[in-house]
Antibody, heavy 123, light 105 residues
Framework: QVQLVESGGGLVKPGGSLRLSCAAS????????MSWIRQAPGKGLEWVSY????????YYADSVKGRFTISRDNAKNSLYLQMNSLRAEDTAVYYC????????????????WGQGTLVTVSS | SYELTQPLSVSVALGQTARITCGGN??????VHWYQQKPGQAPVLVIY???NRPSGIPERFSGSNSGNTATLTISRAQAGDEADYYC????????FGGGTKLTVL
């Protein structure tokens, strides 16, 4: 069965950095686009970034562009999110999710999600 | 920028039908996906492409999309359906609605 397990969250000071990881199993990781989605405490879902199966195509939300970097290691079945210049508003649970495109469209959805890892940015 | 509007809360009596809406300008021209999130848990996909159910999702969950409103319908509501529900579309990037809390009375 598909499993996504995030790690690397924690408490960090404003301006600091953190690297999140997502270990994937139960499917051929290298065949799928992957994404990070976050949820601030008590708030809704916000898409953060996605990366293509090969890693050659990457998109970011405007709110994180220039500060966050998504990457993957298909040999290790792992997805990463390097977060720099962190702000209080980046405080959230970060989920990794498998992304599925609808055929012949740019529309996509997220069919499997990990349990998330909490990032708290506070002094 | 495109916006999705969901009611903050919806209540339904046990065994009755709940309808959760997701409003957006001409949303009927877009593909809408729905997620269920129970407290302390990750979201789960319940409907994709307006009205398709992933394997393992009960037939009680259905979806429709037309005009300016997409609707998630939950028939014969159960206590276990209590959760937050989010709609999602793509419009130059992925967008989520604000979420609707479903209460089963």
């Amino acid at each position: 069965q598909v499993q996504l397990v995030e790690s690397g969250g924690g408490l960090v000071k404003p301006g600091g950095s953190l690297r999140l990881s997502c270990a994937a199993s139960g499917f051929t990781f290298s065949d799928y686009y992957m994404s990070w989605i976050r949820q601030a405490p008590g708030k809704g879902l916000e898409w953060v970034s996605y990366i293509s199966s090969s890693g050659s195509t990457i998109y970011y939300a405007d709110s994180v562009k220039g500060r966050f970097t998504i990457s993957r290691d298909n040999a290790k079945n792992s997805l990463y999110l390097q977060m720099n210049s962190l702000r209080a508003e980046d405080t959230a649970v970060y989920y990794c999710a498998r992304l599925r495109f609808l055929e012949w469209t740019l529309s996509y959805y997220f069919d499997y999600w990990g349990q998330g890892t909490l990032v708290t940015v506070s002094s | 920028s495109y916006e999705l509007t969901q009611p903050l809360s919806v209540s339904v009596a046990l065994g009755q039908t709940a309808r959760i809406t997701c409003g957006g300008n001409n949303i009927g021209s877009k593909n809408v996906h729905w997620y269920q999130q129970k407290p302390g848990q990750a979201p789960v996909l319940v409907i994709y492409r307006d009205s398709n159910r992933p394997s393992g999702i009960p037939e009680r969950f259905s979806g429709s999309n037309s005009g300016n409103t997409a609707t998630l319908t939950i028939s014969r509501a159960q206590a276990g359906d209590e959760a937050d529900y989010y709609c999602q579309v793509w419009d130059s990037s992925s967008l989520f609605g604000g979420g609707t809390k479903l209460t089963v009375l």
